[in-house]
DNA sequence: AAATCACATTGCCATACGGTAATAGTCTAA
DNA sequence: TTAGACTATTACCGTATGGCAATGTGATTT
């Protein structure tokens, strides 16, 4: 049951859906996404499981918080960080699958349609 | 039935997965796929709806071709262009559908937890 | 063959963005 | 209150990207 397909979108409908898409659009923030779907997670572990720098975390989870797709809460001296928005379990697994018919469909040569 | 959520992704699916996702990043990009999801068009049409100069709308193009998301043939003087990859429609419905959700999460005033 | 049409490509510029380092802010413990 | 732990913010830099203008390429028509 499609909601929205060919239909006319706005501006500013063309402008959010980017900037939403744009927040799944870099490696850094689906590792930490990735992270977050076995539950919780503190900056402090986000920081060891991705290997980046706390400050490069901190920065992409404002991201994501400010997209809403991540929540937050203050515990103590923590920030634990969590899944808020169930879409994107759905809009990374779809994702996953389409790459993966693409290579499928690739094995034995690239072949563009020119 | 989600088949990746969870899962441990490598550094290159992760790369996959937002070369991907950075296609439909582009309000531009967005409003050409929502042009083809009527039905095959030419770049001067696709000019002519999008209101974008013709280079940028080639550019684009390539990238989604380039991504799999749209396919191309080549007829006279003219190069049709339409939706390869149909999951674009899943995706873009559940990301509407998701700012949807937020949008109306968030009236009578924006709440960030913090 | 020359002109024309449809599309692709290239170079340029301004902006956006990610990574890094340094600093600031906040809460807890002593 | 001072020190220390955890997180957020800021400034800086190099790269990537979008829009634009100009040019290139291939097919069609005359």
Redesign the pocket.
């Known amino acids: 049951m499609a909601r929205y397909s060919g239909k006319d979108l706005s501006d500013e409908a063309f402008e959010m859906l980017g ?1 939403r898409f ?1 927040a799944l ?5 689906l590792r930490l996404i990735y992270a977050l779907m076995d539950g919780e997670r ?6 060891q499981e991705t290997g ?12 994501l ?1 400010e997209e809403g797709i991540v929540g ?1 809460r ?8 969590r899944i808020a928005d169930p879409t994107i379990f759905e809009l990374c697994d779809l994702m996953c699958g389409s790459i993966q018919d693409r290579l499928q469909a690739n094995l034995g040569g690239f072949s563009r349609s020119s």
Do not use: D, F, I
Not at 25 to 29: G, L, T
Not at 42 to 47: F, G, M, Y
Not at 55 to 62: G, I, M, T
Not at 74 to 81: I, P, R, S, T, V
């Open positions: 900037e744009k659009a870099e490696p850094m923030r503190t900056v402090s572990e986000l920081v980046a720098l706390q400050a490069n975390v901190s920065k992409h989870l404002r991201m918080l937050r203050k515990q103590g001296l923590n920030a634990y960080y």
